[in-house]
């Protein structure tokens, strides 16, 4: 999170120039981040988008816990239960260790982790490069080891780093600095390394906002990274982050992968076709999945949507491949920054489509043929909103205005 949303253009229009920041260590460039975790993207709860800090409680951890098993979503696959920003207390103990606001967590972090850990979930919390994080609590910087440390102490499994409050080129440390010459590289180097002397798995979720061409280095350094500014509760928003993941899709393989931002699903400012399109997109897009909203409150047909084994399936795929634009014959080309209706990527045992009616209503058709990873002849595909199936050599799909359905196609 960080309390100044900024549009995606403003991180892809950043170029690295740089700015002073501490010394990077030596390491291949060309080694991907191998800790053995998010070999698939991340399925889970974020409390973000559903009151901030209001709910960055031990209460609403544990209640969230209940509902995620109660409602199937733990059955699902469902794992990681994130507490974000607003955790701590404002000052680090005199020992200089993070500690938890009382007031919100009485007993602590560790006997709620345990509980998570004894229900078959795991915990995860919230931390920021900088000298504060986006709210104004503790940050990280020059305490990366200890807080790994105390984060392992506690149990915890899932870290997200932001990257409020880091010095800016154009002076300062302010809440969010979008300076090209300002890089982010080193201090996620330093939390990445601390991790991984912890003495415990902790993923580490990198949250730099696209900052830095990340994508292109973020393997090295994190299980993914998030490759635009927040995700707003709007049509607009999810679909120009969609439009340029589809720009970086190369980038994302088992070990690590591009970041949409959490689900907005649930919060009232998508109808049904925009959720489904919402979902469709980020799962295709192999992004991790973190659902931000009240579970207590989801109607049946986003629980539907959250649930949908098929979906779950093409994220989870080992291949790791993300699903970016094709062209079909006779098609415009697409527009850099644009939504396009046309996506596809490749999975171990077939290929995924994606067909979304981008500007209104629309009948979309495409021959197999054109399809990357396919070719002439016929092929069997399933559509995995509708469960409806078919063979042959094309498939139509009459959708309504943001409207979305997702194919897998396999050998006939």
Known sequence: ??????????????????????????????????????????LGYNNWNNGGCTHATADAALKVADLMISLGLKDAGYQYLNIDDCWASKSRDSSGNLVADPAKWPQGIKPVTDKIHGMGLKFGLYGDAGTMTCAGYPGSQGHEAQDAKKLASWGVD???????????ATGGTPQTCWDGRSSTKAYYATMRDALAGAGRPILFSMCQWGRDSVWTWGKDYGNSWRMSGDIANSWSSLANIAANAADIAQY???????????????????????????????????????????????KQSTLSLLKNKALIAINQDSLGKAATYFRPAGKPAPVK?????????????????????????????????????????????????????GTGTSVSAALGAHDMRVYKITKA
């Open 1 to 42: 999170m960080k309390n100044l949303a900024l549009p995606f253009f403003a991180a892809s229009a950043i170029q690295n120039v740089g700015f002073a920041a501490p010394a990077e260590p030596q390491e291949s460039l060309h080694e991907r981040l191998e800790n053995g975790l998010g070999r698939t993207p991340a």
């Open 158 to 168: 899932y870290w997200k780093h932001d990257a409020c409050y880091l010095p800016c």
């Open 252 to 298: 994302a393989a088992p070990g690590g992968f591009n970041d949409l931002d959490m689900l907005q699903v649930g919060n009232g400012g998508l109808n049904d076709n925009e959720e489904r399109a919402h979902v469709g997109l980020w799962f295709i897009a192999k992004s991790p999945i973190l659902i931000g909203t009240d579970l207590s409150k989801l």
């Open 337 to 389: 920054g644009t939504l396009y209706p046309y996506w596809a990527g490749p999975l171990k045992d077939g290929v995924v489509v994606g067909l979304v009616a981008v500007d209104g209503a629309a009948t979309l058709s495409i021959n197999f043929a054109d399809v990357p990873g396919l070719g002439s002849g016929s092929w069997k595909w399933t559509e995995v909103f509708t469960d409806a199936t």
